[in-house]
């Protein structure tokens, strides 16, 4: 079946990096026009964060993020990075790894995703 499985987070002070990454399997990857990290902090609504073309490796980036994260990817191994740095204590937050198969829609639009993986938390300490 499906799976998008997130690993590299944790716990890191304010100023600090980390690296997730997402590996996809189970369906046919070629198929992916857009990979995506979105995230959720308690009590808000889950937000876009970046997101990148696996056929031409452009990107897309947040506003909150745009000069501290850098979205990339391997498609040899199925698999986005999401490196963060400089991290704030507001990036705080479940990641989500999502997949988007069909074309059109928009990059932060989570509704345009069809496969999403089950997070990995990020906290970040002032």
């Known amino acids: 079946q499906v799976q998008l499985v997130e690993s590299g987070g944790g716990s890191v002070q304010a100023g600090g990096s980390l690296r997730l990454s997402c590996a996809a399997s189970?369906?046919?990857?070629?198929?992916?026009?857009?990979m995506a990290w979105f995230r959720q902090a308690p009590g808000k609504e889950r937000e876009a964060v970046a997101a990148?073309?696996?056929?031409?490796?452009?990107?897309d980036y947040s506003d909150s993020v745009k000069g501290r994260f850098t979205i990339s990817q391997d498609n040899a191994k199925n698999t986005v990075y999401l490196q963060m740095n400089s991290l704030k204590p507001e990036d705080t937050a479940m990641y989500y790894c999502?997949?988007?198969?069909?074309?059109?829609?928009?990059?932060?639009?989570?509704?345009?995703?069809?496969?999403w993986g089950r997070g990995t938390q990020v906290t970040v300490s002032s």
């Open positions: 999502a997949a988007r198969v069909q074309y059109g829609g928009r990059w932060w639009n989570e509704n345009d995703y069809n496969y």
């Open positions: 189970g369906y046919n990857y070629r198929r992916t026009n857009r």
């Open positions: 990148i073309n696996p056929d031409d490796g452009s990107s």
